[in-house]
């Protein structure tokens, strides 16, 4: 087999949690004198990384697409013959452009179908077309069409991501005092669905080659914010298998099964992470949207095995794509784990303006690091080190000291191999701990 050469950044650290996949040769890209330069040196061999010369920019604000912009990475890459980019985030026009121009295969669900199905309105009707569970649901456009359902509903903007976007509402009467405020523009359409009730999950379905794989549920903490009408994203919660009867996940492994059948019809390759909500009884769920890239809970899919019965779950999208393997007719079906697992995720954000600037203070090494009681000890700089046993968990930054920020913006990552949220999605005290204690 062909040894591809698959350039990575680090800052994304999914692709740290995965080993190579037969005949591919995984190089990290890595900003020269930078925080993830000194953190990269500690574990990483020389040959599996390269340096680059950032011009411009924060490392931890610029994604993708602004390094390719804002350094000399694809000199870089093209000395090094690498031909394939791994895409921790959503793709663009500017990435996908530049992937023609510089023969560089961006490793990623395509930019047409990540955004077809990131709208809110063309994949409500993509459940409809292939008669998947969902809440019922209207297209409005104010004031000519109204809302006509009763009781709570969720406006939504067809093209929000990350939560922007999204209204909750205690009845649809209340959406004129978002449109006083220019929340909601009339003259637009939007996607407005019956609030659910049950707990809200999400899921990564896997689409390759001859397989559709799913990942354990975790449950997506969020705050309704009844004041505002807008939901704040906390993080990600896994879910033990326990917390769910037999029926319901016997319904569950249904259900995205049909998805993924649904989703290969429509010719999609990759992750689709989706978010659904189970009903308080466990007796049916519904699907609510569709979020078509690696997200906040990949890396911890990739490195923990129970959290899959797909032992490839992490290399076979990207051996898949980087051998161009079409969508085959059969496929195998790897359905949701009986997993004990309940680790979680948070981000450590700054909410700075242009009148209260935030500059970054001392910062933290990334790595791993034990919970011990109250006590916080750094433990090795290796991410992959993280086991199941004991409090373990994971800090990864790429910001540095001085940096000034004036608006809001994510300064590490932290992955626990223990809860953060209660039974209510409610952050608790290790979360606490830990977030009063990594402040940047």
């Known amino acids: 087999m062909k040894n591809f050469k698959i350039g990575a950044f680090t800052w994304g650290i999914d692709s740290l949690m995965i080993p190579a996949p037969v005949g591919c040769h995984l190089i990290f890209l890595v900003a020269r004198g930078s925080e993830e330069e000194r953190w990269v040196r500690q574990f990483l061999d020389p040959k599996d990384y390269r340096l680059y010369d950032l011009k411009k920019g924060h490392l931890c604000a610029l994604g993708s697409e602004g390094i390719l912009r804002n350094s000399n990475v694809t000199d870089v890459m093209k000395r090094s013959g690498i031909r394939h980019l791994w895409l921790t985030g959503r793709s663009s026009r500017f990435i996908e452009a530049w992937g023609k121009k510089n023969r560089i295969r961006p ?35 104010f004031p000519k069409k109204p809302i006509a359902l009763k009781g709570p509903v969720v406006i939504q903007k067809p093209k929000s991501l990350g939560g922007q976007g999204t209204f909750f509402l205690k009845d649809g009467k209340d959406a004129q005092a978002l449109l006083d405020s220019g929340k909601l523009k009339p003259g637009r359409n939007y996607l407005v669905r019956a609030m659910a009730p049950g707990k809200t999950y999400g899921i990564t379905v896997l689409v390759a080659s001859e397989s559709v794989s799913l990942s354990a549920l975790r449950e997506q903490c969020f705050s309704e914010n009844y004041t505002t009408n807008e939901g704040h994203f906390m993080g990600i919660q896994w879910t033990p298998s326990i917390e769910l009867s037999p029926s319901i996940q016997n319904r569950i492994n249904s259900v995205f099964r049909a998805t993924g059948e649904a989703l290969r019809s429509q010719g999609f390759f990759g992750y689709a992470n989706i978010d659904f909500v189970v009903s308080p009884d466990q007796r049916d769920l519904f699907l ?22 797909d032992p490839e779950i992490g290399t076979r999208f990207v051996r898949d794509m980087a051998l161009n393997k079409p969508l085959r007719r059969r496929f195998q079906f790897y359905p949701i784990p009986e997993t004990d697992f309940t680790g979680g995720f948070v981000r450590i954000d700054i909410f700075p303006s242009r009148e209260h600037p935030h500059t970054v203070g001392p910062t933290f090494p990334s790595g791993l690091y034990h919970l011990e009681g109250d006590r916080i000890r750094w433990v090795d700089a290796d991410p992959r080190k993280i086991t199941v046993g004991g409090k373990q968990f994971l800090i990864v930054s790429v910001a540095q000291t001085g940096e000034r920020f004036t608006v809001s913006e994510t300064m590490a990552y932290l992955l626990c191999n223990f809860p953060l949220f209660n039974a209510q999605g409610r952050m608790n005290a290790d979360a ?5 204690h990594f402040k940047y």
């Open 107 to 141: 490793l990623s669900t395509d930019l047409k179908t990540q955004q077809q199905f990131e709208d809110k309105l063309w994949f409500d009707a993509f459940l409809t077309k292939h008669g998947l569970p969902k809440p019922p649901s209207e297209q409005v456009n």
């Open 288 to 309: 609510i949207e569709c979020n078509p890239r690696l997200s906040d809970a990949t890396a911890q899919l990739f490195r923990f095995p129970a959290l899959s019965t």
């Open 432 to 436: 606490h701990l830990l977030l009063n």
